[in-house]
Structure formats: structure tokens, C-alpha cells
């Protein structure tokens, strides 16, 4: 795929300072962050309740990354051609429901279980669809992809592609469910982790056809907003 290869090795890079944010603030994104909030909070005896919690986790977690990761942000949307990202979202995202397709059918071969964080995420959608839309369309996309794509896709992808796939898919799934570890059987957390699967390669193939971190954003958008319309639908 020499297309995607070059663009991928041509868009805008991390710097140094970047990827060590990055790496320090991973593991607080992942664990510490609701906990400090949730300390700082009872600490000024602010009352909150599961959906403001949720709203200051993701609006915590954006400024730090909009800060720290400016300078890779605003080079690469200076440099982003729109046919490449329009064409990276677009493939991605037909990539995406192929998958998620392919993916049902394997899970069906376990039979029927339920994947926590879809469970807690449409419970919280029907109960405060604003909120939700703000979290999950406009500020967790920007996070995740900074993290998941940008500081551990790409540097891997421009050595070795396979490895980068296998690796920012893992940390995708991860990043979803550990917060349930300990409260959900280990068997239901890995056949849920399999839903993640489609989303992840689709999102890294996003970035490699388009060429800026933009277009797995935008990817990323699109499909957390269908997800987001079609749970409305439902309620």
C-alpha cells in the first residue's frame, strides 16, 4: 500500500516534549484521572452526580491534551489536505461497518453477552443525550486519537505496520474496559474487547489514507455520532 505508506510517513510528527506528555499522561487518563477529580471535588464539597463527573473527566482530559499537543495539532491541521481526509474518513468508515459486521458474527459464535462500557454508555445517552453528545462527538475523539493514533499508532506504523495495528487495537480495548476489571468476569471483558477490533483498525487506516491525525479524528466524530443518533432513536 505504498499511497498510505507515504502519506503517513509525510504528516506532521509529535515532538519530543509531546511524546513524553503523552506517555506520562496515559496511565492518569486511564486510572487516575476520575479519581482525582472525583477528591478534588469533595474536597471543595461540590456536589456532583455520574453525568457532571463525566462531563469534567472529558473536559479535563482536552484541555490537557489541547495544551500539550498544540504544536502536532495545529501543524498537522496546517498542513491537511481535504481530499485525503475526506478520503481517509470515507474508507475508514465503510472499513469500519465491514468489520463491525464481521465481528458481530464471531461474537455470536460465544452467544450472548453484554459489553459493560456500551451498556453504561447508552444508559447515560438516554438519560442525558446532550451531555453525552458533547463528551463522546466532540471532546473524546480529540483525546483518544492523540493517544491511541497519534502517540502510539504512527511511530510504530513507520516501522513495522503489523505491530502498530496489533498494539494501538490492544490499547484501544483497554482503554474502554479497564476501568471495569475487577466488577466484570475476565471471560465477558475479553469478548468484549472484540468490539473495539473494528473501530481501531478503521480509525489507524483513517490516519494512513488521510495522511493527518484529522481524519481519524473526524472518523471518530462521525461514528460516536451515529452510535449516539441510533441509541436516541431507541429511546
Known sequence: MPFASRSLEQSPRMTRGEKIFGWVYLPFYLLLTPLLIQLFLRWRGIEYDIYSLNLIFFYVNFIAVV???RKFLIKSLTQTRLLPLVYGVLTGYGLHWLLA?????????????????DATTTEMILQNRGMMTVCAVFLGPLVEEVLMRGLIFAPLARRRRWVAYVVSTLSFSLLHLLGYAGSVPVGQLLRSMLDYVP??????????????????IALHMLINLMSVLAVGMLG
Open 67 to 69: 495544551i500539550f499537543c
Open 101 to 117: 459486521l464481521a465481528v458481530t458474527g464471531v461474537g455470536m459464535l460465544f452467544g450472548e453477552y453484554v459489553n459493560p462500557a
Open 199 to 216: 473501530g481501531s483498525i478503521a480509525l489507524a487506516a483513517a490516519y494512513e489514507r488521510g495522511g493527518t491525525i484529522w481524519s481519524p
